[in-house]
């Protein structure tokens, strides 16, 4: 099993990362924490991995924190949650605040994430409140086509929203909204008002 990648990154999408090593592309599929702390294209990275081994597909997960890979694997031990929709679940909410959510047993907070209902959010934290003891709250940090209008963070937060499972509409309205507001210049903080606005 791969369990740690070190490489150069050849191409990065906020769903996505490849990683050369060794001569080999492999294709990691990330949530967007990891996306917003990868380094440009051609630079040196480091991940976490987790191996998912299936009949048909073998599919690595990449994290670039202890805690956010251990989230990652309690979530899918959690009944009826894979691993794209445990990567959709870090990515509708920052570490911290998941981790807070879910010892706090905030079951509105998870249900505002993409994909996941209330059924799954009370599932979540039934069997996850007393399972994220080990991790430190403060210690962690299919791509649409662009349109002409979209700059480069954009069309980044538009894939992203649009990988969560938000309609290519709501997701141009939902970045409408945040330009409009005086939209962030960094992905992340970009990524987390648009999302907001997609309810």
């Not at 209330?118 to 991790?135: F, P, S, Y």
């Not at 299919?142 to 980044?156: F, I, Q, V, Y």
Request: hydrophobic share 45%; proline share 6%.
């Amino acid at each position: 099993m791969i369990a740690h990648l070190r490489g150069i990154v050849l191409e990065k999408h906020p769903n996505q990362v490849i990683v050369e090593a060794g001569g080999v592309g492999y294709d990691v599929q990330i949530p967007i924490s990891t996306y917003t702390s990868i380094p440009r294209e051609g630079s040196a990275v480091a991940l976490r991995i987790y191996t998912h081994v299936r009949e048909d597909a073998l599919l690595l997960f990449g994290f670039a924190t202890v805690e956010e890979k251990l989230v990652f694997e309690r979530l899918i031990a959690v009944s009826g949650i894979g691993p794209k929709l445990a990567v959709t679940v870090l990515s509708g909410l920052p570490t911290p605040e998941l981790v807070a959510a879910i010892r706090g047993g905030d079951v509105q907070r998870l249900v505002r994430i993409p994909g996941v209902g209330k059924k799954t959010a009370e599932r979540i934290v039934l069997e996850l409140k007393d399972k994220l003891v080990g991790v430190e709250a403060g210690a962690v940090q299919a791509a649409a086509e662009p349109g002409p209008a979209w700059t480069a963070l954009e069309r980044d937060v538009l894939s992203a929203l649009q990988n969560l499972g938000c309609s290519r509409g709501a997701a141009e309205e939902a970045v409408r909204k945040v330009k409009e507001r005086g939209a962030p210049d960094e992905f992340e903080p970009f990524f987390r008002a648009a999302l907001a606005l997609v309810r």
